[in-house]
């Protein structure tokens, strides 16, 4: 049984950063690509970053390129996203997703989901 434990999200105001960790326990998730998709009130769950399983090789949705950076640790099962420049817009419930294809993981086929992290920017 794998679980993906999502930590980091909280309250920050416009311009400011935070930096998501999640944690993957169970079984080592090296071999996985790794992403972060969110969802905002009303809205369906979107896409947002992936990184694959070497790190080699990052996504990401227009709407945060450049201002988001997801990295991952394979020693430490863990993946990041870091992200700057915070707008209200990015208000979500973040998500940790694993699979084992990237391309799949884009597309929203998840073997593994965390049980997310509010994330909340103020204007």
């Known amino acids: 049984q794998v679980q993906l434990v999502e930590s980091g999200g909280g309250l920050v105001q416009a311009g400011e950063a935070l930096r998501l960790s999640c944690v993957a326990s169970?079984?080592?998730?090296?071999?996985?690509?790794m992403g972060w998709f969110r969802q905002a009130p009303g809205k369906e769950r979107e896409f947002v970053a992936a990184?694959?399983?070497?790190?080699?090789?990052?996504y990401y949705t227009d709407s945060v390129k450049g201002r988001f950076t997801i990295s991952r640790d394979n020693a430490k099962n863990t993946v990041y996203l870091q992200m700057d420049s915070l707008k209200p817009q990015d208000t979500a419930v973040y998500y940790c997703?694993?699979?084992?294809?990237?391309?799949?993981?884009?597309?929203?086929?998840?073997?593994?989901w965390g049980q997310g992290t509010q994330v909340t920017v103020s204007s």
């Open positions: 997703a694993a699979k084992n294809n990237v391309r799949l993981l884009k597309s929203g086929n998840i073997d593994y």
């Open positions: 169970g079984r080592a998730l090296s071999s996985y690509a």
């Open positions: 990184v694959t399983w070497s790190g080699g090789m990052t």
